[in-house]
């Protein structure tokens, strides 16, 4: 038995929901998303929250009837709170900075590199005195903030020995010893 996918979604004021075959579209003030479900997997509204049912207990309308549930979950939220990730350059020399959507990073390399960012994701770049520079993405769309994030972490990924690179904000790295130790 799915434990997540049998729990409803509470619908938040503003937040307005619609399904068209097999098609959701959920709107709210800071966007609007869309979803296709598959698999037979049901999606209703019942008392202001929306219940997702699936046909069987088959191992993989199981496995989807999580999913879904999930992802319209993480669809409600985002177009109501949006969602952010907070990228660390631990690195002497490391900046980041930001034109609009152009976000321009020296990680150590020869040249600098420069990412032209998802119009849907904002960038901010914030650096402080004595702290490592932090990016700052915001989006109401989950998927699109994760991939963005991993692709600048994939610029520089955090060494074992010192640490150096691009990791999340409380991101636990494990560390090594050198070769004195």
């Known amino acids: 038995m799915s434990r997540i996918g049998n729990n409803p979604i509470a619908l938040p004021e503003g937040v307005t929901f619609d399904i068209n075959e097999n098609v959701v579209?959920?709107?709210?003030?800071?966007?609007?998303?869309?979803?296709?479900?598959?698999?037979?997997?049901?999606?209703?509204?019942?008392?202001?929250?929306?219940?997702?049912?699936?046909?069987?207990d088959s191992k993989s309308h199981k496995a989807k009837h999580g999913l879904y549930r999930s992802l319209l979950n993480n669809m409600i939220e985002g177009v109501s709170k949006g969602w952010t990730k907070e990228l660390e350059l631990v690195g002497v020399g490391y900046r980041a900075s930001n034109q609009g959507q152009v976000l321009d990073l020296a990680l150590g390399f020869s040249h600098n590199i420069v990412i032209d960012v998802a119009p849907e994701v904002k960038v901010e770049t914030i650096s402080e005195k004595g702290k490592n520079p932090i990016v700052k993405l915001t989006s109401f769309d989950k998927q699109l903030v994760g991939a963005v994030a991993a692709k600048i972490r994939s610029m520089r990924k955090p060494e074992p020995y010192k640490g150096k690179g691009v990791k999340f904000v409380g991101e636990i790295l494990r560390r090594k010893a050198g070769k004195s130790a």
Request: aromatic fraction near 0%; charge should be negative; hydrophobic fraction near 35%.
């Open 25 to 56: 579209t959920i709107k709210g003030k800071l966007g609007a998303l869309t979803q296709e479900i598959k698999d037979d997997i049901t999606v209703k509204v019942e008392e202001g929250s929306i219940v997702v049912e699936r046909p069987s």
